[in-house]
Protein backbone atom coordinates (compact mmCIF):
# COMPACT_ATOMS: atom_id res chain seq x y z
CA UNK A 1 0.00 0.00 0.00
CA UNK A 2 0.98 3.87 -0.83
CA UNK A 3 -0.37 6.88 -1.02
CA UNK A 4 0.39 9.38 -3.50
CA UNK A 5 1.85 12.89 -1.26
CA UNK A 6 3.31 14.90 -4.19
CA UNK A 7 5.24 14.89 -7.24
CA UNK A 8 7.65 11.63 -6.56
CA UNK A 9 6.74 11.11 -2.64
CA UNK A 10 4.41 8.37 -1.47
CA UNK A 11 3.41 7.76 2.10
CA UNK A 12 4.56 4.11 2.93
CA UNK A 13 3.84 3.86 6.86
CA UNK A 14 1.10 1.93 9.04
CA UNK A 15 -2.14 2.79 10.01
CA UNK A 16 -2.85 1.80 13.59
CA UNK A 17 -6.27 1.79 13.94
CA UNK A 18 -6.60 -0.19 16.91
CA UNK A 19 -3.58 1.25 18.94
CA UNK A 20 -5.40 2.51 22.72
CA UNK A 21 -2.26 3.60 24.12
CA UNK A 22 1.10 4.82 23.09
CA UNK A 23 4.67 4.84 25.31
CA UNK A 24 3.43 2.13 27.12
CA UNK A 25 0.19 3.14 28.88
CA UNK A 26 1.04 6.12 29.78
CA UNK A 27 -0.80 8.32 26.70
CA UNK A 28 -4.53 7.19 25.63
CA UNK A 29 -5.14 7.61 21.78
CA UNK A 30 -8.64 6.97 21.36
CA UNK A 31 -8.30 7.58 17.72
CA UNK A 32 -5.63 5.31 17.09
CA UNK A 33 -2.60 6.58 15.21
CA UNK A 34 -0.48 5.88 12.23
CA UNK A 35 3.83 5.85 11.64
CA UNK A 36 4.03 7.61 8.75
CA UNK A 37 7.27 6.20 6.51
CA UNK A 38 7.52 8.37 3.33
CA UNK A 39 9.87 7.36 0.21
CA UNK A 40 11.19 10.27 -2.47
CA UNK A 41 12.07 8.98 -5.71
CA UNK A 42 14.21 11.08 -7.55
CA UNK A 43 17.32 10.12 -9.10
CA UNK A 44 18.02 8.63 -5.75
CA UNK A 45 15.23 6.64 -3.80
CA UNK A 46 15.26 7.73 -0.32
CA UNK A 47 13.16 6.28 2.82
CA UNK A 48 12.58 8.75 5.16
CA UNK A 49 11.47 7.09 8.84
CA UNK A 50 9.69 3.18 9.19
CA UNK A 51 7.36 1.81 11.48
CA UNK A 52 6.94 0.10 14.69
CA UNK A 53 8.46 -2.80 15.18
CA UNK A 54 4.89 -4.90 15.03
CA UNK A 55 4.09 -3.97 11.66
CA UNK A 56 7.87 -4.13 10.41
CA UNK A 57 7.41 -7.42 8.21
CA UNK A 58 4.31 -6.34 7.00
CA UNK A 59 6.29 -2.83 6.72
CA UNK A 60 9.18 -4.08 4.63
CA UNK A 61 7.18 -6.15 2.47
CA UNK A 62 5.30 -3.53 1.03
CA UNK A 63 8.40 -1.24 0.11
CA UNK A 64 9.84 -3.90 -1.84
CA UNK A 65 6.64 -4.67 -3.73
CA UNK A 66 5.90 -0.68 -3.92
CA UNK A 67 9.52 0.33 -4.36
CA UNK A 68 12.24 -2.23 -4.52
CA UNK A 69 14.56 -2.84 -1.75
CA UNK A 70 17.13 -2.95 -3.97
CA UNK A 71 16.23 0.29 -5.20
CA UNK A 72 16.68 2.20 -1.71
CA UNK A 73 19.55 4.52 -1.86
CA UNK A 74 19.68 5.75 1.78
CA UNK A 75 16.59 5.51 4.80
CA UNK A 76 16.73 9.14 6.65
CA UNK A 77 16.17 8.59 10.80
CA UNK A 78 14.77 11.80 11.70
CA UNK A 79 13.83 10.39 15.27
CA UNK A 80 15.30 6.67 16.55
CA UNK A 81 12.02 6.59 18.73
CA UNK A 82 11.35 2.64 18.32
CA UNK A 83 7.56 3.58 16.95
CA UNK A 84 9.63 4.93 14.18
CA UNK A 85 13.04 3.09 14.38
CA UNK A 86 11.30 -0.14 14.82
CA UNK A 87 11.35 -1.93 11.42
CA UNK A 88 14.85 -0.79 10.85
CA UNK A 89 16.65 -4.43 11.75
CA UNK A 90 14.13 -6.19 9.57
CA UNK A 91 15.14 -3.67 6.46
CA UNK A 92 18.90 -3.58 7.39
CA UNK A 93 18.29 -7.86 7.78
CA UNK A 94 17.83 -7.92 4.26
CA UNK A 95 19.82 -4.40 2.80
CA UNK A 96 22.74 -4.40 5.27
CA UNK A 97 24.61 -2.11 3.22
CA UNK A 98 22.00 0.46 3.21
CA UNK A 99 23.32 4.15 4.57
CA UNK A 100 21.17 5.58 7.66
CA UNK A 101 21.41 9.18 7.68
CA UNK A 102 20.96 10.71 11.46
CA UNK A 103 22.35 12.86 13.87
CA UNK A 104 25.40 11.84 15.99
CA UNK A 105 22.17 11.54 19.23
CA UNK A 106 20.64 9.05 16.61
CA UNK A 107 24.18 6.86 16.13
CA UNK A 108 23.87 6.37 19.94
CA UNK A 109 20.14 6.20 20.61
CA UNK A 110 19.88 3.37 17.08
CA UNK A 111 23.09 1.59 18.54
CA UNK A 112 21.85 1.80 22.26
CA UNK A 113 18.39 -0.22 20.83
CA UNK A 114 19.37 -2.67 18.87
CA UNK A 115 23.20 -3.29 19.25
CA UNK A 116 23.86 -3.16 15.28
CA UNK A 117 27.00 -1.25 13.87
CA UNK A 118 25.11 -0.30 10.85
CA UNK A 119 26.31 1.77 8.15
CA UNK A 120 25.47 5.27 9.80
CA UNK A 121 25.84 8.78 7.81
CA UNK A 122 25.78 11.23 10.65
CA UNK A 123 24.25 14.70 9.74
CA UNK A 124 23.99 17.84 11.41
CA UNK A 125 21.66 21.04 10.85
CA UNK A 126 22.65 22.39 7.67
CA UNK A 127 23.65 19.15 6.15
CA UNK A 128 22.00 17.56 2.87
CA UNK A 129 21.40 14.81 0.74
CA UNK A 130 21.49 15.52 -2.84
CA UNK A 131 18.61 13.29 -4.28
CA UNK A 132 19.24 14.13 -7.72
CA UNK A 133 17.15 16.46 -10.49
CA UNK A 134 18.36 19.49 -8.50
CA UNK A 135 16.30 18.57 -5.02
CA UNK A 136 17.94 17.56 -1.99
CA UNK A 137 16.97 16.96 1.88
CA UNK A 138 18.32 19.55 4.02
CA UNK A 139 18.58 18.46 8.28
CA UNK A 140 17.59 20.41 11.10
CA UNK A 141 18.27 19.12 14.08
CA UNK A 142 15.38 19.59 16.31
CA UNK A 143 17.24 18.76 19.75
CA UNK A 144 14.90 17.46 22.68
CA UNK A 145 12.06 18.03 20.38
CA UNK A 146 11.27 15.39 21.75
CA UNK A 147 14.37 13.31 22.31
CA UNK A 148 17.79 14.84 22.17
CA UNK A 149 18.16 13.10 18.28
CA UNK A 150 15.09 14.42 16.92
CA UNK A 151 15.86 16.48 13.13
CA UNK A 152 13.21 17.40 11.03
CA UNK A 153 14.44 17.28 6.58
CA UNK A 154 13.10 19.40 4.12
CA UNK A 155 12.68 18.85 0.87
CA UNK A 156 14.01 21.97 -1.58
CA UNK A 157 11.92 21.81 -5.00
CA UNK A 158 8.74 20.21 -3.56
CA UNK A 159 9.37 22.14 -0.03
CA UNK A 160 7.71 19.38 1.75
CA UNK A 161 8.76 19.23 5.81
CA UNK A 162 9.19 16.01 7.30
CA UNK A 163 8.61 17.25 10.60
CA UNK A 164 8.80 13.75 12.86
CA UNK A 165 6.78 13.79 15.85
CA UNK A 166 6.47 17.46 15.55
CA UNK A 167 3.70 18.77 14.43
CA UNK A 168 1.95 15.39 14.58
CA UNK A 169 -1.03 13.64 16.09
CA UNK A 170 -2.21 10.07 17.14
CA UNK A 171 -4.88 10.69 14.66
CA UNK A 172 -5.85 7.20 12.30
CA UNK A 173 -7.46 8.34 8.99
CA UNK A 174 -7.50 6.78 5.47
CA UNK A 175 -7.38 10.34 4.80
CA UNK A 176 -3.77 11.05 4.45
CA UNK A 177 -4.08 15.03 4.01
CA UNK A 178 -5.49 17.64 6.98
CA UNK A 179 -7.67 19.34 4.81
CA UNK A 180 -10.05 15.66 4.39
CA UNK A 181 -10.51 15.10 7.82
CA UNK A 182 -12.52 16.40 10.88
CA UNK A 183 -11.16 19.98 11.86
CA UNK A 184 -12.23 19.73 15.13
CA UNK A 185 -10.84 16.25 15.95
CA UNK A 186 -7.91 16.90 14.35
CA UNK A 187 -7.17 19.65 16.38
CA UNK A 188 -8.34 18.47 19.01
CA UNK A 189 -5.70 15.34 19.23
CA UNK A 190 -2.88 18.24 17.99
CA UNK A 191 -3.45 20.16 20.72
CA UNK A 192 -3.76 16.54 23.23
CA UNK A 193 -0.23 15.56 21.56
CA UNK A 194 1.72 18.78 22.27
CA UNK A 195 -0.03 19.31 25.93
CA UNK A 196 0.90 15.63 26.85
CA UNK A 197 4.38 15.36 25.15
CA UNK A 198 6.23 18.85 24.33
CA UNK A 199 4.81 20.76 26.91
CA UNK A 200 8.00 20.35 28.63
CA UNK A 201 9.98 21.67 25.83
CA UNK A 202 7.89 24.99 25.38
CA UNK A 203 10.95 27.37 25.18
CA UNK A 204 12.78 25.33 22.86
CA UNK A 205 9.91 24.86 20.88
CA UNK A 206 9.38 28.99 20.01
CA UNK A 207 13.57 29.16 19.81
CA UNK A 208 13.40 26.36 16.92
CA UNK A 209 10.08 27.47 15.05
CA UNK A 210 12.10 31.22 15.04
CA UNK A 211 15.36 30.07 13.93
CA UNK A 212 13.20 27.40 10.62
CA UNK A 213 10.86 31.04 9.86
CA UNK A 214 14.06 32.87 10.10
CA UNK A 215 15.60 30.50 6.72
CA UNK A 216 12.59 31.90 4.69
CA UNK A 217 11.80 28.66 3.41
CA UNK A 218 8.43 28.24 1.06
CA UNK A 219 6.69 25.13 2.98
CA UNK A 220 3.99 24.12 0.85
CA UNK A 221 3.12 21.06 3.06
CA UNK A 222 4.21 19.56 6.71
CA UNK A 223 4.61 15.52 6.57
CA UNK A 224 4.30 14.35 10.03
CA UNK A 225 5.50 11.16 11.43
CA UNK A 226 2.07 10.67 12.84
CA UNK A 227 -1.36 11.85 11.88
CA UNK A 228 -2.22 13.62 8.86
CA UNK A 229 -0.17 15.66 6.50
CA UNK A 230 -0.91 19.47 7.09
CA UNK A 231 -2.09 20.99 3.89
CA UNK A 232 -3.72 24.26 2.74
CA UNK A 233 -1.92 26.68 4.58
CA UNK A 234 0.38 24.45 6.82
CA UNK A 235 1.84 27.23 8.77
CA UNK A 236 -1.35 27.07 10.66
CA UNK A 237 -0.23 24.58 12.72
CA UNK A 238 3.33 26.33 13.07
CA UNK A 239 1.38 29.63 14.58
CA UNK A 240 -0.80 27.30 16.72
CA UNK A 241 2.34 25.83 17.82
CA UNK A 242 3.93 29.27 19.10
CA UNK A 243 0.50 30.18 20.65
CA UNK A 244 0.74 26.22 22.68
CA UNK A 245 4.51 27.29 23.47
CA UNK A 246 4.02 30.45 25.11
CA UNK A 247 1.87 29.48 28.42
CA UNK A 248 -0.62 28.79 26.15
CA UNK A 249 -4.35 29.68 27.97
CA UNK A 250 -8.03 29.59 27.83
CA UNK A 251 -10.51 31.53 30.12
CA UNK A 252 -10.78 28.37 31.90
CA UNK A 253 -10.84 26.71 35.47
CA UNK A 254 -10.57 23.07 35.74
CA UNK A 255 -11.28 20.87 39.06
CA UNK A 256 -9.74 17.91 39.23
CA UNK A 257 -10.85 15.58 41.86
CA UNK A 258 -11.29 12.49 44.13
CA UNK A 259 -13.98 11.38 45.99
CA UNK A 260 -14.57 7.95 48.58
CA UNK A 261 -17.99 8.90 49.26
CA UNK A 262 -19.06 11.82 47.53
CA UNK A 263 -18.16 14.70 50.24
CA UNK A 264 -15.20 15.81 47.99
CA UNK A 265 -17.25 15.84 45.26
CA UNK A 266 -19.93 17.68 46.97
CA UNK A 267 -16.85 20.10 47.41
CA UNK A 268 -16.03 19.82 44.12
CA UNK A 269 -19.32 21.01 42.91
CA UNK A 270 -20.11 23.83 45.65
CA UNK A 271 -16.44 25.44 43.98
CA UNK A 272 -17.61 25.06 40.85
CA UNK A 273 -21.36 26.86 41.25
CA UNK A 274 -18.98 29.54 43.83
CA UNK A 275 -16.93 29.99 40.68
CA UNK A 276 -19.64 30.18 38.03
CA UNK A 277 -22.03 32.93 40.32
CA UNK A 278 -18.85 35.45 40.61
CA UNK A 279 -17.65 35.06 37.22
CA UNK A 280 -20.28 33.53 34.65
CA UNK A 281 -17.89 33.98 31.86
CA UNK A 282 -15.38 31.86 32.76
CA UNK A 283 -15.46 27.93 31.11
CA UNK A 284 -15.59 25.65 34.24
CA UNK A 285 -14.74 21.57 33.74
CA UNK A 286 -14.86 19.11 36.86
CA UNK A 287 -13.13 16.33 36.06
CA UNK A 288 -13.15 12.48 38.65
CA UNK A 289 -9.21 11.49 38.20
CA UNK A 290 -10.52 8.67 39.03
CA UNK A 291 -12.62 7.70 36.34
CA UNK A 292 -11.29 10.51 33.74
CA UNK A 293 -8.50 9.53 31.15
CA UNK A 294 -5.53 10.89 32.65
CA UNK A 295 -3.95 12.53 29.42
CA UNK A 296 -7.52 13.88 28.42
CA UNK A 297 -7.47 15.56 31.59
CA UNK A 298 -4.11 16.97 31.34
CA UNK A 299 -4.97 18.33 27.70
CA UNK A 300 -7.82 20.81 29.95
CA UNK A 301 -5.23 21.56 32.47
CA UNK A 302 -3.13 22.85 29.38
CA UNK A 303 -5.87 24.91 28.69
CA UNK A 304 -6.46 26.06 31.76
CA UNK A 305 -5.77 29.49 33.77
CA UNK A 306 -6.16 28.22 37.08
CA UNK A 307 -6.38 24.30 38.49
CA UNK A 308 -8.53 23.46 41.58
CA UNK A 309 -7.42 19.55 43.03
CA UNK A 310 -9.24 17.90 45.54
CA UNK A 311 -8.48 14.50 47.12
CA UNK A 312 -9.93 13.20 50.45
CA UNK A 313 -7.59 12.10 53.07
CA UNK A 314 -6.62 8.57 52.57
CA UNK A 315 -3.80 6.74 54.64
CA UNK A 316 -2.58 10.94 55.74
CA UNK A 317 -1.99 11.31 52.19
CA UNK A 318 -4.32 11.69 48.91
CA UNK A 319 -5.91 9.14 46.58
CA UNK A 320 -3.60 7.39 44.13
CA UNK A 321 -5.33 8.73 41.49
CA UNK A 322 -4.86 12.39 42.46
CA UNK A 323 -0.86 11.48 42.59
CA UNK A 324 -0.61 10.14 39.71
CA UNK A 325 -1.92 12.48 37.63
CA UNK A 326 0.05 15.26 39.66
CA UNK A 327 2.73 13.37 39.43
CA UNK A 328 2.26 13.67 35.31
CA UNK A 329 1.87 17.58 35.70
CA UNK A 330 5.05 18.69 37.96
CA UNK A 331 6.98 16.74 34.90
CA UNK A 332 5.01 18.32 32.16
CA UNK A 333 6.67 21.59 34.29
CA UNK A 334 3.71 24.33 33.23
CA UNK A 335 3.98 27.78 33.27
CA UNK A 336 1.88 30.62 35.08
CA UNK A 337 -1.26 28.87 36.04
CA UNK A 338 -2.85 29.53 39.93
CA UNK A 339 -4.16 26.42 42.03
CA UNK A 340 -6.33 26.16 44.70
CA UNK A 341 -6.89 22.70 47.14
CA UNK A 342 -9.57 21.47 48.66
CA UNK A 343 -10.79 18.02 50.32
CA UNK A 344 -12.59 15.98 52.91
CA UNK A 345 -11.27 13.84 55.63
CA UNK A 346 -12.54 11.73 58.90
CA UNK A 347 -9.97 12.15 61.33
CA UNK A 348 -6.50 13.29 60.33
CA UNK A 349 -6.94 15.52 57.34
CA UNK A 350 -3.88 15.87 55.61
CA UNK A 351 -4.68 15.98 51.89
CA UNK A 352 -4.58 19.55 51.68
CA UNK A 353 -1.79 20.68 52.60
CA UNK A 354 -0.11 17.44 51.07
CA UNK A 355 -1.91 18.87 47.25
CA UNK A 356 -1.10 22.27 48.52
CA UNK A 357 2.60 21.40 48.38
CA UNK A 358 2.22 19.55 45.16
CA UNK A 359 0.99 22.00 43.37
CA UNK A 360 3.71 24.46 44.27
CA UNK A 361 6.12 22.05 43.79
CA UNK A 362 4.62 21.63 40.01
CA UNK A 363 4.99 25.38 39.11
CA UNK A 364 1.27 27.07 40.30
CA UNK A 365 0.93 30.23 42.37
CA UNK A 366 -1.41 29.05 44.97
CA UNK A 367 -4.59 31.62 45.16
CA UNK A 368 -5.99 30.28 48.29
CA UNK A 369 -5.19 28.72 51.50
CA UNK A 370 -7.28 25.64 50.25
CA UNK A 371 -10.19 24.20 52.24
CA UNK A 372 -11.17 21.14 54.49
CA UNK A 373 -14.72 19.70 55.79
CA UNK A 374 -14.76 17.02 58.20
CA UNK A 375 -16.92 14.30 57.02
CA UNK A 376 -20.33 15.18 54.78
CA UNK A 377 -19.77 19.45 54.24
CA UNK A 378 -22.68 20.81 56.60
CA UNK A 379 -24.84 23.44 54.91
CA UNK A 380 -22.32 25.93 56.30
CA UNK A 381 -19.35 23.93 54.58
CA UNK A 382 -20.99 23.71 51.55
CA UNK A 383 -21.19 27.93 51.62
CA UNK A 384 -17.85 28.36 52.87
CA UNK A 385 -16.69 26.22 49.50
CA UNK A 386 -18.37 28.44 47.45
CA UNK A 387 -16.97 31.49 49.28
CA UNK A 388 -13.79 29.45 47.86
CA UNK A 389 -14.79 29.27 44.63
CA UNK A 390 -15.56 32.92 44.16
CA UNK A 391 -12.15 33.55 45.31
CA UNK A 392 -10.52 31.48 43.09
CA UNK A 393 -12.68 33.14 40.08
CA UNK A 394 -11.41 36.79 41.60
CA UNK A 395 -8.04 35.26 41.29
CA UNK A 396 -8.47 33.50 37.86
CA UNK A 397 -9.19 36.98 36.30
CA UNK A 398 -6.53 39.26 38.11
CA UNK A 399 -3.34 39.36 36.16
FE1 LIG B 1 6.75 9.16 17.47
FE2 LIG B 1 9.09 10.20 19.65
O1 LIG B 1 8.26 8.95 18.55
New binding site residues.
Given amino acids: MKIHVKNHIDWVGRIDWELRNFHGMEYSTHRGSS?NAYVVREEKTVLIDTVWAPYDRQFVDNLDQEVGLANLDAVVMN?S????SGSLPELMARRPDLPIYCTANGVKILKGLYHQDWNFVTVKTGDSLDVGNGKKLVFVEMRML??PD?MASYLTGDEVLFS??AF?QHFASEFLFSDKVDPAELMAEALKYYAN?LTPFSALVVAKIKEVLALGLPIDLIAP??GVIWRGDPTRIVLKYMEWAQDYQENQITILYDTMWDATRTMADRIAEGIHLEDPAVVVKLYNVGKTDKNDAISEVFKSRTVVAGSPTINHGISTAMAAILEEIEGLKFKNKKAAAFGAYGWSGESVAKLNGLLSKAGFTLVSEGIKCMWNPTAEDQARCMAIGREIAKANKAE
Fill in positions: YHEVDHHWSNDGISH
